[in-house]
């Protein structure tokens, strides 16, 4: 079935440092995916998105890279900040009905 | 332009007792989606629903749980004879247009303890 998976469940990294966060899909026909940052407490907020006419988009400080012949993408975050401890999810929002949530990666960012 | 708005934040029922959150999306949002998420997991879909429409509740439990978003007021979900798996965050989120952008703007979350 379909499904959108993290690689790693936590990841910490060092204020200042840049992060990745990694995502594999199921699906080869998903062509619009979305990351959400949730911070405790809260409900997710959108940060990015890619459609899979494109390999990359960049925001403020955020990057994110879509591959789709292995059907990963991933989100980079530069200069990491303590304000950017969260979890984040990687969603597949292909045919517009119901969004796909991956499990999440919790950000941990060491001052 | 206040964002979506879900209550109760936090709600505690007794097993049996029947749980109703609410939620009222963004102004000029005419599409509703609710997820439900378990403590250090992701948001699981339940229902997608336009106005006075239910569009796909494939993730919704077939008894105990339903769904409506009527002409006036806010979407409802409503659990019925809750039991203790019940507990978790429901998430409300609303679309301004499912052909354009799909960024999906989400409450704060009813917490639903079930004792």
């Known amino acids: 079935g379909e499904s959108v998976g993290l690689h790693l469940p936590t990841l910490s990294v060092q204020e200042g440092d840049n992060s990745i966060i990694n995502c594999a899909y199921s699906?080869?026909?998903?062509?619009?995916f979305i990351w959400y940052k949730q911070e405790s407490g809260k409900g997710p907020q959108f940060i990015i998105d890619?459609?899979?006419?494109?390999d990359k988009r960049q925001g403020q400080r955020v990057t994110v890279l879509l591959n789709k012949t292995v059907k990963h993408l991933s989100l980079q975050i530069a200069a990491t900040q303590p304000g950017d401890s969260a979890v984040y999810f990687c969603a597949d929002h292909t045919g517009g009905f119901k969004t796909i949530f991956g499990a999440g990666t919790r950000l941990f960012v060491k001052a | 332009n206040a964002g979506v708005m879900q209550n109760p934040r936090h709600l505690v029922r007794r097993r049996g007792q029947e749980a109703r959150l609410r939620c009222s999306p963004m102004k000029g949002h005419s599409h509703v989606y609710w997820y439900r998420q378990l403590p250090e997991e992701g948001l699981k879909f339940m229902v997608y629903?336009?106005?006075?429409?239910?569009?796909?509740e494939s993730g919704m439990p077939k008894e105990r749980f339903s769904a409506e978003f009527p002409k006036e007021g806010p979407s409802i979900l409503r659990i019925q004879q809750v039991v203790r798996g019940d507990s978790a965050a429901y998430f409300c989120a609303s679309l301004l247009n499912r052909e354009d952008t799909g960024e999906l703007f989400f409450g704060e979350g009813s917490r639903l303890t079930v004792l």
């Open positions: 890619i459609r899979s006419n494109m």
């Open positions: 629903l336009q106005k006075e429409n239910i569009i796909d």
């Open positions: 699906n080869s026909a998903s062509d619009y």
